[in-house]
Protein backbone atom coordinates (compact mmCIF):
# COMPACT_ATOMS: atom_id res chain seq x y z
CA UNK A 1 0.00 0.00 0.00
CA UNK A 2 1.16 3.65 -0.69
CA UNK A 3 1.04 6.13 1.98
CA UNK A 4 0.59 9.73 0.77
CA UNK A 5 1.31 12.59 3.01
CA UNK A 6 0.39 15.80 1.34
CA UNK A 7 0.66 17.96 4.98
CA UNK A 8 1.79 17.36 8.52
CA UNK A 9 -1.97 17.54 10.03
CA UNK A 10 -2.90 14.41 7.67
CA UNK A 11 -4.09 12.14 9.85
CA UNK A 12 -3.14 8.44 8.35
CA UNK A 13 -3.43 5.20 10.28
CA UNK A 14 0.25 3.66 9.05
CA UNK A 15 1.81 0.40 9.80
CA UNK A 16 5.12 0.90 11.73
CA UNK A 17 7.36 -1.21 12.97
CA UNK A 18 10.18 -1.70 15.80
CA UNK A 19 13.13 0.28 15.16
CA UNK A 20 11.66 2.42 12.59
CA UNK A 21 12.94 6.24 12.60
CA UNK A 22 10.00 8.44 12.72
CA UNK A 23 9.27 12.36 13.29
CA UNK A 24 6.88 12.90 16.48
CA UNK A 25 4.62 16.02 17.06
CA UNK A 26 4.94 16.92 20.53
CA UNK A 27 2.66 18.45 23.30
CA UNK A 28 5.35 21.66 22.48
CA UNK A 29 3.65 21.08 18.96
CA UNK A 30 7.78 20.58 18.00
CA UNK A 31 8.36 17.83 15.32
CA UNK A 32 11.41 15.80 16.95
CA UNK A 33 12.82 12.64 15.29
CA UNK A 34 12.63 9.41 17.36
CA UNK A 35 12.18 5.58 16.71
CA UNK A 36 9.61 3.71 17.35
CA UNK A 37 10.77 1.14 20.40
CA UNK A 38 9.08 -2.22 20.73
CA UNK A 39 5.99 -4.38 19.11
CA UNK A 40 3.96 -3.20 22.55
CA UNK A 41 1.78 -1.14 20.48
CA UNK A 42 -1.54 -0.06 22.71
CA UNK A 43 -4.89 0.70 20.96
CA UNK A 44 -6.98 3.38 22.50
CA UNK A 45 -9.09 6.41 21.71
CA UNK A 46 -7.93 8.66 19.52
CA UNK A 47 -8.96 12.83 18.62
CA UNK A 48 -10.27 11.72 15.54
CA UNK A 49 -11.52 8.03 15.77
CA UNK A 50 -13.03 5.74 18.49
CA UNK A 51 -10.21 3.63 18.72
CA UNK A 52 -6.98 3.63 16.95
CA UNK A 53 -2.73 2.36 17.52
CA UNK A 54 -0.45 4.56 19.59
CA UNK A 55 2.87 3.41 18.84
CA UNK A 56 6.23 3.83 21.85
CA UNK A 57 8.84 5.94 20.83
CA UNK A 58 12.29 6.88 22.14
CA UNK A 59 12.83 10.41 21.27
CA UNK A 60 15.31 13.31 22.67
CA UNK A 61 18.90 14.13 22.40
CA UNK A 62 19.74 10.67 23.86
CA UNK A 63 16.62 8.96 22.75
CA UNK A 64 16.36 8.66 26.43
CA UNK A 65 12.36 9.72 26.27
CA UNK A 66 9.40 7.83 25.75
CA UNK A 67 5.89 7.98 24.69
CA UNK A 68 3.22 6.52 22.87
CA UNK A 69 1.75 8.38 19.73
CA UNK A 70 -1.00 7.69 17.10
CA UNK A 71 -1.06 8.47 13.08
CA UNK A 72 -4.49 8.85 13.40
CA UNK A 73 -3.73 11.81 15.93
CA UNK A 74 -1.75 13.18 13.06
CA UNK A 75 1.32 13.01 15.95
CA UNK A 76 3.41 10.94 14.11
CA UNK A 77 4.97 10.47 10.54
CA UNK A 78 7.57 8.12 9.15
CA UNK A 79 10.83 8.80 8.30
CA UNK A 80 11.01 9.98 4.74
CA UNK A 81 11.97 11.92 1.62
CA UNK A 82 8.32 12.91 1.61
CA UNK A 83 7.79 13.71 5.03
CA UNK A 84 11.24 15.36 5.36
CA UNK A 85 10.16 17.35 2.63
CA UNK A 86 6.98 19.08 4.25
CA UNK A 87 8.96 19.41 7.44
CA UNK A 88 11.42 21.52 5.37
CA UNK A 89 8.70 23.25 3.96
CA UNK A 90 7.34 24.62 7.16
CA UNK A 91 10.44 25.01 9.16
CA UNK A 92 10.89 22.51 11.16
CA UNK A 93 14.08 20.69 9.25
CA UNK A 94 17.24 22.95 8.01
CA UNK A 95 17.71 22.09 4.90
CA UNK A 96 21.25 20.32 5.47
CA UNK A 97 18.85 17.47 6.84
CA UNK A 98 21.41 17.59 10.08
CA UNK A 99 19.77 20.03 12.56
CA UNK A 100 15.96 20.39 13.80
CA UNK A 101 14.40 23.55 14.23
CA UNK A 102 14.58 22.70 17.83
CA UNK A 103 18.64 22.39 17.84
CA UNK A 104 18.77 19.01 18.21
CA UNK A 105 20.69 17.00 15.87
CA UNK A 106 19.25 14.63 13.04
CA UNK A 107 20.79 11.59 11.56
CA UNK A 108 19.97 9.00 9.44
Keep these: MNYIFLSLEDSLEYPFQDQDPVWIRTQGHNW ?9 IRVGQTRYRREGFFYPVNFGSKFNLRKYFAPTNAEIKPDTEEVRQLLREEGWLDSGDSTVSDGSEYTE
Aim: hydrophobic share 45%.
Design 32 to 40: VFGKVAGRN
